[in-house]
């Protein structure tokens, strides 16, 4: 049996906030420590598939955290392609495990249907950097700003409680704009941009932070949006950094304290200590 308490999650339930759904819950486990064995309860983090229809056609289903899904909804269809600009969403309505989405072109090809388990971003197999947009963006950043932001954005009560999430930030030279928790890093990336297009966010001024491994995947969606900087307290892959090459991304990884690796344009990156060091 499980603990059903409701959980907001961070950043729920404020005044004039909609209560979130639960992010977590309670199940029994076993725990082992050495020869001791102990009964009780520990935080697991849901994973809860949606299908999401676009103008009546099944265009994929994913597996993800319940959170914040008309900005997931946006940023993948914008990261995707099937549309330009949040204007063209008439419309997003959620019915249980269903998300229905209206645009304004209703015979928009979206492709066939497709399954995004937790740990996967999509079906491309294949990444033709030719077909990708450059990055248009003069944008720089402090390393110092970077490390500061990382240690900022990583530390997260939902991880410390269930060890189960990626987190994905979106920030600017004033700071972190949005942060988003997922069991996929791919669905977080999604729900920021998604946050970003619909309030305006000014992209080519902006950086990405994540917990996780900067795929090709990661690096395509940026390239889409026209983020010039993605940052890593992890690693990244021979694939992302061809692409971030051609195409003018800069890529950060191993962002552990005051070190970082720098792959790619690396005169984005200017070199400054942290605040308070």
Known sequence: MTDDTTNAGPGGGG???????????????????????????????????YALFVNGRHMMTAMMTPADLEDFVTGFLFTEQVIKDPEEI???RVEKNRISVITTNLFRVVGPKKTILSGCGGSTSYIDSEKLPNIRSDF??????????????????????????????????????TVSEDIGRHNALDRVIGYGLRNGIDFSRTFIIVSGRVSSE?????????????????????LALEVAVKNGLTIVGF?????????????????TGRQGS
């Open 15 to 49: 005044p004039g906030r909609k209560k979130l759904p639960r992010l977590f819950r309670k199940v029994p486990c076993t725990r082992i420590t050495d020869e001791q064995v102990e009964e009780i309860l520990h935080e697991v983090i849901e994973e809860t598939p």
């Open 90 to 92: 008439e419309s997003i």
């Open 140 to 177: 720089s950043v402090g390393s110092g700003c970077i490390a500061d932001l990382i240690k900022q954005t990583l530390t997260s009560e939902l991880h410390q409680l269930t060890g189960g999430i990626h987190v994905v930030a979106l920030a600017g030279a004033e700071g972190i704009i």
């Open 218 to 238: 990661m690096a395509r969606k940026c390239l889409i949006a026209n983020i010039p900087i993605i940052a890593s307290r992890g690693a990244t892959t021979t």
């Open 255 to 271: 962002v552990r304290g005051s070190k970082m690796n720098v792959y790619t344009h690396t005169k984005r990156i200017k070199i």
